[in-house]
Every structure is written in C-alpha cells, then in structure tokens.
C-alpha cells in the first residue's frame, strides 16, 4: 500500500510538472516616463514585450496559444491593440504622438510589422489562416493603412511617407496572392485600394505626389 501511494504521489507531481512545462507563458514590460498603461493576458506558451517610453502610452496584448508579440513605444498617446490566437507573431514600433496599431490575427505563422514614426498614423491589421505576412510602415503624419487577408500565404507591404495623409486599403481572400503599395504625399493625400479575391493574384501601386488615386479589383 505504501509503495502504491507512493508511485500515485510521483505521477501527480510528474503531471503538474508537465503542464506547468507546457504553459510557459513569458511577458516582459518595462516602461519610463508617466502614465503609462500596458495590459497583458496570455494563455498557453505565448511570449510578450512592452517597452514604453514617454507619457500616457498604452499597450494591450491578448493572446491565446503559442504567439510572439513586441511592442516598442517612445512618444506620447500612442496607443497599440494585439489579439492573437494560434501561433502567430506581430511586431509594432511606435515613436511619435497618437499613433494607433490594432492586429487581430487567428491561425498559423501569421506575420503582421507595424512601424509608425510621426504622428497620427493608424495601422489596423487582420488577418485568418494560416502563412499570411503584412508589412506596414508609415513616415510622417496622419496616414492610414487597412490590411484584410484571409486564406493562405497571402502578403501585403505597404510603405506611406509624408505628411498629407496617404489611405491603403487591402483585401485579400484567397491563397498566394501578393499586394505592394508605395505612396509618397506632400499636399494632399493619395489613396489606393485593392481588393484580390482569389487565388495568385499580383498587384503593385505606386504614387508618388498629391491627390492621387487608383483601385485594383482581380478576381
């Protein structure tokens, strides 16, 4: 009876071992400056960074599964927003006033980059499946850009520089399709929009001035 007892005790310690070997969560937050605000929950094996330097900085990260997140922010009011679920990875660098980077990301080696530096970028990022990839940096001052992919293996990078307010909008649904847009404002913003809706789709736009506009619709 008392080797019994023995061998149950050793198999529940080797069990609650092993979970707590499986849910090795990590999360790392350094902040200086004041009022800063960085809020992390994770549940599984995910990995999070937050460094935050300035004022009234603010920082979200939810995770679920085996995901990387890294936020870096040096300013003031900049404010980044991460949900992942699966196993992905996002990384946002923020270094201005009131920039906004929002990744909603669910599923597999899903890669989303957000780099503001200026002020009054928004950056929202979402993407479903598995292998989709989004590249977003914004230099200068009140530019938007708006990543949709959905499927597999798609990819997006998108590059706004100046100070006018250059719009991205990007829709992909589907497998390996691929969208690059360049867009350089000095008086009015540019806006491009594409939407690929199936499978292998290429599409490249590059503006370069003010008050452009183009539209990419492949099916």
Do not use: C, P
């Amino acid at each position: 009876m008392k080797m019994q007892k023995t061998l149950i005790a050793a198999f529940v310690s080797l069990a609650f071992s092993s979970g707590a070997a499986m849910a090795a969560n990590e999360s790392k937050i350094d902040q200086e400056g004041g009022y800063q605000d960085a809020t992390v929950k994770q549940t599984g094996a995910s990995t999070s960074k937050i460094e935050q330097d300035g004022y009234f900085n603010d920082s979200r990260i939810k995770q679920i599964g085996e995901n990387y997140s890294l936020v870096e922010q040096d300013g003031t009011g900049n404010v980044a927003d991460v949900y992942q679920d699966g196993e992905s990875t996002s990384k946002i660098w923020q270094d201005g006033v009131k920039n906004y980077a929002e990744v909603d990301q669910d599923g597999y080696g899903n890669v989303s980059k957000i780099d503001q530096d200026g002020d009054y970028n928004d950056a929202i990022v979402a993407q479903k499946g598995n292998d989709n990839w989004s590249d977003i940096s914004q230099d200068g001052d009140g530019n938007y850009a708006n990543v949709y992919q959905r499927g597999y293996s798609n990819e997006s990078e998108i590059t706004q520089t100046g100070w006018s307010g250059n719009d991205a909008f990007v829709k992909q649904v589907g497998s390996h399709n691929e969208s690059v847009i360049s867009q350089q404002s000095f008086f009015n913003g540019n806006t491009a929009n594409v939407q690929q809706l199936s499978n292998g789709n290429y599409s490249s736009i590059v503006q370069y001035g003010s008050g452009n506009s183009s539209v990419v619709v492949q099916n």
